[in-house]
C-alpha cells in the first residue's frame, strides 16, 4: 500500500447528500479536492489564497472508485498525496477513510499552468524541491524528460 503522509478531516454535511442519504457521488470529489488544497497549503507551493491565478495548476483528469456509502456526520480522512511529477503534470493519489476503512480512492492529473500566458510550464524547480523534500517515495522525471 503506498505510504501518504498528508491527510485531512471532511466532515459530511446535510448539503453533501444524495436523495438517498448517503454522500452524493459528486462530492467526493469535492472532497478530494478540498484535501489537495490543504496539502498544496502545507507544502508552501500556494501560499496566497487570494490569488488564484497564483495556484499555478489546473486539474486535467480526474478518477474516483467508490467502495462503500458516507452519511451525514460522518468523517472522511482524505490522505492525499503526490505519485509522480512529469515535466509539466503531476499525479496525486487520495485514498478516502471512515473510521479506518476505506470508502473510496482517487488521482488526479495537474498540468502547470501559467494562468496569465494561458498556456501549460514546465513544473517550478521550488515545487520539484518541496514535494521530493516531502514525498521521498516520489515517481519524478527532470524538466526536459
Given amino acids: 500500500m503506498p505510504t501518504y503522509n498528508f491527510t485531512t478531516p471532511v466532515v459530511v454535511r ?3 447528500l444524495d436523495a438517498q442519504g448517503h454522500l452524493n457521488h459528486a462530492r467526493y470529489f469535492t472532497f478530494m479536492e478540498e484535501a489537495r488544497f ?3 497549503q502545507a507544502l508552501g507551493l500556494w501560499t496566497d489564497t487570494h490569488d488564484f491565478n497564483a495556484v499555478g495548476q489546473i486539474v486535467a483528469e480526474a478518477t474516483c472508485s467508490y467502495k462503500q456509502p458516507v ?3 460522518q468523517t472522511v480522512d482524505v490522505a492525499v498525496r503526490i ?5 509539466k503534470s503531476l499525479e496525486m493519489d487520495y485514498l478516502l477513510t471512515v473510521a479506518g476503512q476505506e470508502v473510496a480512492h482517487g488521482r488526479t492529473v495537474q498540468v502547470a499552468y501559467d494562468y496569465a500566458a494561458s498556456r501549460s510550464m514546465p513544473i517550478p524547480a521550488a515545487w520539484r524541491q518541496a514535494v521530493a523534500a516531502f514525498e521521498p517515495d516520489l515517481a519524478t522525471s527532470q524538466p526536459g524528460s
Wanted: glycine share 22%; hydrophobic share 30%.
Fill in 71 to 73: 452519511f451525514l456526520g
Fill in 14 to 16: 446535510y448539503g453533501d
Fill in 83 to 87: 505519485s509522480r511529477l512529469g515535466n
Fill in 38 to 40: 490543504r496539502y498544496i
